[in-house]
């Protein structure tokens, strides 16, 4: 069974730590490179086909529409962590 998105997972801490299980499930990166300010295409070899299988699974995981061009600007992990916590608690509730 999928992991589902915890509406108690709020810190950006624990998207962090949520988002590094998934690129280590999904792509096999070893876990000391994946850092907020890891890079996907740079440092985690991961290319724009893989970035989609990455939105697709954080559609499942957090319940939410996720939609490509909101992650658009999108470069390294502590980006998707930011945006993420923008999308679950909404842009005035971003919890550090």
């Known amino acids: 069974m999928p992991r589902r998105y915890n509406p108690l997972m709020r810190t ?3 998207i962090f730590e949520s988002l590094r299980g998934i690129l280590i499930e999904l792509f096999e990166i070893e876990p ?3 850092r907020l300010e890891a ?3 740079e440092d985690l ?3 724009s086909i893989d970035v989609i299988d990455l939105l697709l699974k954080l559609n499942e995981v ?3 529409k996720i939609q490509a061009e909101q992650f658009k600007h999108v470069r390294s992990v502590g980006d ?3 945006a ?3 999308l679950l608690n909404g842009p005035h509730e971003r919890a550090a």
């Open 12 to 14: 950006e801490s624990e």
């Open 39 to 41: 890079r996907f295409f």
């Open 45 to 47: 070899d991961i290319d």
């Open 62 to 64: 957090t319940g939410k």
């Open 32 to 34: 000391a490179k994946i």
């Open 80 to 82: 998707v962590v930011s």
């Open 84 to 86: 993420l916590a923008t």
